[in-house]
T-cell receptor, first 112, second 116 residues
Framework: DAKTTQPTSMDCAEGRAANLPCNHS???????VYWYRQIHSQGPQYIIH???NNETNEMASLIITEDRKSSTLILPHATLRDTAVYYC?????????????FGGGTRLMVKP | NAGVTQTPKFQVLKTGQSMTLQCAQD?????MSWYRQDPGMGLRLIHY???????DQGEVPNGYNVSRSTTEDFPLRLLSAAPSQTSVYFC???????????????FGPGTRLTVL
């Protein structure tokens, strides 16, 4: 699986958009970008994934650059409950056992 | 559906003791896996299973055994606990792929293990 680079931490004001970047310059053609988050002490939670087109669901939007070497997860109106560690993961759609390789992630702090 | 359940929530062991962490899911998911998370770190895969009777090693399998006799259950056994195994353990499950869709992993609440 390709390696990803994320900032260690970020702050965001409540109600504002949170933009979390991820660099994956070695991504290959069959690899997707996935985002999970982990709220304190809980198990990780799936957010969104994409291949090359921008994606949006009820939780977030995912913007992938045209060269696919980086992406941005957008939480349009961050709330205090969005405070969590956000993991960007790059891998083929369904590898053996559907495994995930977690890096250090970005610790997002949403402040009032 | 209860989702992914794990027991116990907390456990303290002495070095050398053995124990089994339980994981169960009621969603008929084929894939199940165990991860550990050390303080301030991301999750690392210990073992996984793609179906009943089939298991394989992940990134950090040493000191752990698994079995998958049923679709629902995927217990993790610590053979002889060591302080280095102090961690939070998460179990996850997901469906197999179908029709090109991605089947996200659902994680349990975790078991917090301390080995003295």
């Amino acid at each position: 699986d390709a390696k990803t680079t994320q900032p260690t931490s970020m702050d965001c004001a409540e109600g504002r958009a949170a933009n979390l970047p991820c660099n994956h310059s070695t991504i290959s053609g069959n690899e997707y970008v996935y985002w999970y988050r982990q709220i304190h002490s809980q198990g990780p939670q799936y957010i969104i994934h994409g291949l090359k087109n921008n994606e949006t669901n009820e939780m977030a939007s995912l913007i992938i650059t045209e060269d696919r070497k980086s992406s941005t997860l957008i939480l349009p109106h961050a709330t205090l409950r969005d405070t969590a560690v956000y993991y960007c993961i790059v891998r083929p759609r369904n590898n053996a056992g559907n495994m995930l390789t977690f890096g250090g992630g970005t610790r997002l702090m949403v402040k009032p | 559906n209860a989702g992914v359940t794990q027991t116990p929530k907390f456990q303290v062991l002495k070095t050398g003791q053995s124990m089994t962490l339980q994981c169960a899911q009621d969603m008929n998911h084929e894939y199940m896996s165990w991860y550990r998370q050390d303080p301030g770190m991301g999750l690392r895969l210990i073992h996984y299973s793609v179906g009943a009777g089939i298991t394989d090693q992940g990134e950090v399998p040493n000191g752990y055994n698994v079995s998958r006799s049923t679709t629902e259950d995927f217990p993790l056994r610590l053979l002889s606990a060591a302080p280095s195994q102090t961690s939070v353990y998460f179990c996850a499950s997901s469906r197999t792929s179908g029709g090109g869709s991605y089947n996200e992993q659902l994680f349990g609440p975790g078991t917090r293990l301390t080995v003295l």
